[in-house]
């Protein structure tokens, strides 16, 4: 039978790993994108039907669809002014230096046969169309 010390140790346990067993440990993860997936998607205008071809980033991290606003202006969509502006945070939790999103477009998705009608939030995406994520 093992007895514990004065330390919280076991007998023959050294300190540091009582220690660590009594408190959580912190652990950081990272991970490196081992391959981006993009495709050509067609995008329709719910209000005149108008069609665009836009390559977009499929991205299972994002949080959500996602238009740039630089594109969405170029091609006519129809902005629809939210009623609460989302909060936008970075990976690390900061609140995002290009504000909080405050417009989102309707519009109808075709991929290679497949059509999902979808709300996509308008915010700075820089050189990225599109993001496809998981809402």
């Known amino acids: 039978m093992q007895r514990r010390g004065e330390s919280g140790a076991w007998s023959g ?3 540091s790993t009582a220690k660590e067993r009594g408190s959580q440990k912190k652990v950081r993860r990272t991970f490196k ?3 981006e997936v993009w495709l050509n998607i067609g995008v329709e205008k719910i209000d005149t039907h108008e069609g665009v071809m836009i390559k977009a980033l499929l991205d299972s ?3 959500g669809m996602f238009m740039d606003k630089q594109t969405a ?3 006519g969509f129809k902005l629809q002014k939210l009623e609460r502006p989302l909060v936008v945070r970075n990976v690390d939790g900061t609140n995002n230096s290009r504000g909080a999103i405050m417009h989102q477009v309707e519009c109808n998705v075709f991929y290679k046969g497949h059509m ?3 709300r996509m939030d308008v915010c700075d995406l820089g050189k990225t169309e599109v993001i496809l994520g998981m809402p």
């Open 13 to 15: 346990e050294p300190e």
């Open 33 to 35: 994108i081992l391959r």
């Open 61 to 63: 991290g994002a949080m």
């Open 73 to 75: 202006a170029r091609h």
């Open 116 to 118: 999902e009608r979808m």
